[in-house]
């Protein structure tokens, strides 16, 4: 770690993350028994502070309304990649929440809107908080899904979805990777003649946007995050 730092190609706040991976992967050797004891002791001392490499960028890391309408309504983007940036950017949901959502898991006949239970993340039970939430469908999100069952998904997979089918699988019918997602982001943005950004910001413009617009922050909060 002190290699990384002297280095300089990675940014604190990654240096700080590769260590929190180490930090699990020692402590759960520890729980399997697998070893005795674990290296991670390492302090902000040692690690530097946790902050961003350009302290002007998480400022800029959001989509404009106009960025994110044309993510989710261009010809040019393929109608699958279109659902998922809805998911996230419409729905606020993370990645991987969006790769794991099911059929089931939408729920049409609820109002004044459908909804979304939010409860997994990829293929494992369970989200990033551990705390499974609702989320209402916006009428454009609705509007985007409903066509997306009717006719995307079957052009895409060759066959009507049934209820356990994940609404948003890869090619081969399978959960999305993050790192596959980042890299169409990425081919995308350019298509599209747009800076580079995260497909994580995506969520963060969600939230920021439902603010702007007048949104309360105790509802959105429970939206995005789950109740307390």
């Known amino acids: 770690f002190k290699e990384l730092r002297t280095e300089g190609k990675l940014a604190p706040r990654t240096i700080h993350h590769v260590y929190g991976t180490l ?7 520890r729980v399997e028994e697998l070893v005795d004891t674990s ?3 390492l302090t ?3 690690l530097g502070k946790n902050e961003d490499k350009d302290p002007e960028w998480r ?3 959001l989509f404009t309304r106009e960025e994110l309408e044309a993510l989710i309504s261009r010809d040019d983007i393929p109608w699958d990649r279109r659902v998922l940036y809805a998911l996230q950017g419409v729905a606020g949901l993370r990645h991987g929440e969006a790769a794991g ?3 089931r898991h939408l729920d049409v006949k609820a109002r004044p809107l459908g909804r979304l239970l939010v409860a997994h993340s990829y293929d494992k039970a369970g989200t990033k908080t551990q705390r499974s939430r609702v989320v209402p469908a916006h ?3 609705a509007a985007m ?7 995307g998904w079957v052009e895409l997979m060759g066959r009507v979805p049934e209820a356990d089918d994940l609404i948003v699988p890869s090619r081969e019918g399978a959960i999305r990777s993050r790192h596959h997602s980042r890299n169409k982001l990425i081919d995308d943005l350019a298509r599209l003649s747009l800076r580079h950004r995260r497909g994580h910001d995506l969520r963060r413009t969600f939230i920021t946007l439902a603010r702007v617009d007048g949104a309360r922050k105790d509802i959105l909060e ?6 307390r």
């Open 139 to 141: 009428v454009t999100l």
């Open 23 to 29: 930090r699990t992967l020692f402590r759960d050797a």
């Open 222 to 227: 429970a939206v995005t995050h789950g109740p």
């Open 39 to 41: 290296p991670c002791v």
């Open 44 to 46: 902000k001392a040692q």
């Open 59 to 61: 400022a800029g890391a």
């Open 101 to 103: 959502l099911r059929w």
């Open 145 to 151: 899904l409903a066509e997306w069952k009717l006719r």
